[in-house]
């Protein structure tokens, strides 16, 4: 990319400075994502899912204590702005359900509300936030996974009263398939999606279990090289040519991070900063991240690592608050990673709070004489202070008479 600015004269002693995809240097000390916080969730809670459909991250479900009447049917809406909306509520309250996306929805399957209340309900979200009720799951479930590939959403794994290897898969019409199962019962598996192909890793079924499947566009299983560990409790996200499970659990919290890439082989990158279980994942531009968690002292987690296309991991600011079974979406320029649970002092505390990332954006900060006709838009425009920030790269020009231009 030219990172060029060109001067020359204009009609009746203007000088013109264009300038041509032009990148300001940075401060090498910068951190390649920016962190803030948006507005709370409309309900403190954990165990609650995410999904991603047209201009909105959605978060949904949870329970905000163990009583029956904690489990939530709420749903959060964040659109590109990170404004906040309520959509319908779900037709059923529960916790420990799966989020995936497909064509023009954004599904939220299985559940738990307490007792015995195994939930197969699924809940579809378009791109209005209208709600639907798909046919239901093929059988009852919670703590299962969902994850996206080609035409379908699939949702693997769960249990009820016994653990399952059941695979539910929804195309884009919301029709329900049953593909062929898991290679082996598990639940607390993790989801994640690369090329062709929709995986699911990982478990536990009176075990700790590291084996891989993946489903293709047609929904052929496959197993894979298993993970380095096996273990529960890890997450899944997707950066460039890679699907990455990181941390989890198998009687000891582990760091490790396995990749998978489009050829299905894996590769080992350097360890999460922290060992923990229960993380949340998400993946913005051209990284994938994963977020808050538990451990050991001190039990709850707000740290963050992120993995770029080269695998490369890197530290962004931590969360605004230590938790763990939050849940991670994207949407526009953002990652967010809401809810979540902790405790302290003998009491339980169930958070809204939704954490945001989002790639940094160089900024040319530009100074120059008020009056100073610019173009960096549609139309030529007059400066009315003398600072005009622009997002880079550059391409415009400034005219002006007298003064100085400089970047700041």
Same mark, same amino acid.
């Given at each position: 990319?030219?990172?060029?600015?060109?001067?020359?004269?204009?009609?009746?002693?203007?000088?013109?400075?264009?300038?041509?995809?032009?990148?300001?240097?940075?401060?090498?000390?910068?951190?390649?994502?920016?962190?803030?916080?948006?507005?709370?969730?409309?309900?403190?809670?954990?165990?609650?899912?995410?999904?991603?459909?047209?201009?909105?991250?959605?978060?949904?479900?949870?329970?905000?204590?163990?009583?029956?009447?904690? =489990?939530?049917? /709420? %749903?959060? *809406?964040? +659109?590109?702005?990170?404004?906040? &909306? #309520? $959509?319908?509520? @779900? !037709?059923?309250?529960?916790?420990?359900?799966?989020?995936?996306?497909?064509?023009?929805?954004?599904?939220?399957?299985?559940?738990?509300?307490?007792?015995?209340? =195994?939930?197969? /309900? %699924?809940? *579809?979200? +378009?791109?209005?936030?209208?709600? &639907? #009720? $798909?046919?239901? @799951? !093929?059988?009852?479930?919670?703590?299962?996974?969902?994850?996206?590939?080609?035409?379908?959403?699939?949702?693997?794994?769960?249990?009820?009263?016994?653990?399952?290897?059941?695979?539910?898969?929804?195309?884009?019409?919301?029709?329900?398939?049953?593909? #062929?199962?898991?290679?082996?019962?598990?639940?607390?598996?993790?989801?994640?999606?690369?090329?062709?192909?929709?995986?699911?890793?990982?478990?536990?079924?009176?075990?700790?279990?590291?084996?891989?499947?993946?489903?293709?566009?047609?929904?052929?299983?496959?197993?894979?090289?298993?993970?380095?560990?096996?273990?529960?409790?890890?997450?899944?996200?997707?950066?460039?040519?890679?699907?990455?499970?990181?941390?989890?659990?198998?009687?000891?919290?582990?760091?490790?991070?396995?990749?998978?890439?489009?050829?299905?082989?894996?590769?080992?990158?350097?360890?999460?900063?922290?060992?923990?279980?229960?993380?949340?994942?998400?993946?913005?531009?051209?990284?994938?991240?994963?977020?808050?968690?538990?451990?050991?002292?001190?039990?709850?987690?707000?740290?963050?690592?992120?993995?770029?296309?080269?695998?490369?991991?890197?530290?962004?600011?931590?969360?605004?608050?230590?938790?763990?079974?939050?849940?991670?979406?994207?949407?526009?320029?953002?990652?967010?990673?809401?809810?979540?649970?902790?405790?302290?002092?003998?009491?339980?505390?169930?958070?809204?709070?939704?954490?945001?990332?989002?790639?940094?954006?160089?900024?040319?900060?530009?100074?120059?004489?008020?009056?100073?006709?610019?173009?960096?838009?549609?139309?030529?425009?007059?400066?009315?202070?003398?600072?005009?920030?622009?997002?880079?790269?550059?391409?415009?020009?400034?005219?002006?008479?007298?003064?100085?231009?400089?970047?700041?």
């Amino acid at each position: 990319m030219a990172e060029a600015i060109i001067s020359r004269r204009g009609g009746s002693g203007e000088v013109i400075v264009e300038f041509d995809n032009f990148i300001p240097s940075r401060d090498p000390l910068a951190e390649d994502l920016t962190h803030s916080t948006a507005t709370d969730l409309s309900v403190a809670r954990g165990s609650l899912a995410g999904a991603s459909v047209g201009d909105y991250a959605l978060f949904a479900g949870g329970a905000s204590g163990t009583s029956t009447s904690s =489990y939530r049917n /709420t %749903v959060d *809406a964040y +659109n590109a702005s990170l404004t906040r &909306s #309520t $959509p319908t509520a @779900l !037709s059923v309250a529960r916790n420990n359900l799966a989020g995936a996306s497909v064509g023009n929805y954004a599904l939220f399957a299985g559940g738990y509300s307490g007792g015995s209340n =195994y939930r197969n /309900t %699924v809940d *579809a979200y +378009n791109t209005s936030l209208t709600r &639907s #009720t $798909p046919t239901a @799951l !093929s059988r009852a479930r919670y703590s299962l996974a969902g994850a996206s590939v080609g035409d379908y959403a699939l949702f693997a794994g769960g249990r009820e009263s016994y653990v399952r290897n059941t695979v539910d898969a929804y195309n884009a019409s919301l029709t329900r398939s049953t593909p #062929t199962v898991l290679s082996g019962i598990k639940h607390n598996l993790a989801g994640a999606s690369v090329g062709n192909y929709a995986l699911f890793a990982g478990g536990e079924a009176g075990i700790y279990l590291d084996t891989v499947n993946a489903y293709n566009t047609s929904l052929t299983r496959s197993t894979l090289t298993p993970l380095i560990l096996a273990r529960s409790d890890l997450a899944g996200a997707t950066v460039g040519n890679y699907a990455l499970f990181a941390g989890g659990y198998n009687d000891y919290n582990l760091y490790e991070v396995d990749a998978y890439d489009t050829s299905l082989t894996r590769s080992a990158p350097v360890f999460m900063f922290v060992a923990r279980r229960y993380p949340a994942g998400a993946s913005i531009g051209d990284f994938a991240l994963f977020a808050g968690g538990s451990g050991s002292s001190p039990t709850y987690k707000d740290t963050v690592d992120a993995y770029d296309t080269s695998l490369t991991r890197s530290a962004p600011a931590a969360l605004s608050r230590s938790r763990r079974d939050l849940a991670g979406a994207s949407v526009g320029n953002y990652a967010l990673f809401a809810g979540g649970y902790s405790s302290s002092d003998g009491y339980d505390d169930y958070w809204e709070t939704v954490d945001v990332y989002a790639p940094f954006v160089p900024m040319a900060k530009l100074y120059m004489p008020i009056g100073t006709k610019y173009k960096f838009g549609a139309s030529e425009e007059t400066a009315t202070t003398t600072e005009i920030i622009v997002p880079a790269p550059v391409t415009g020009y400034i005219k002006f008479k007298n003064g100085v231009i400089r970047n700041g």
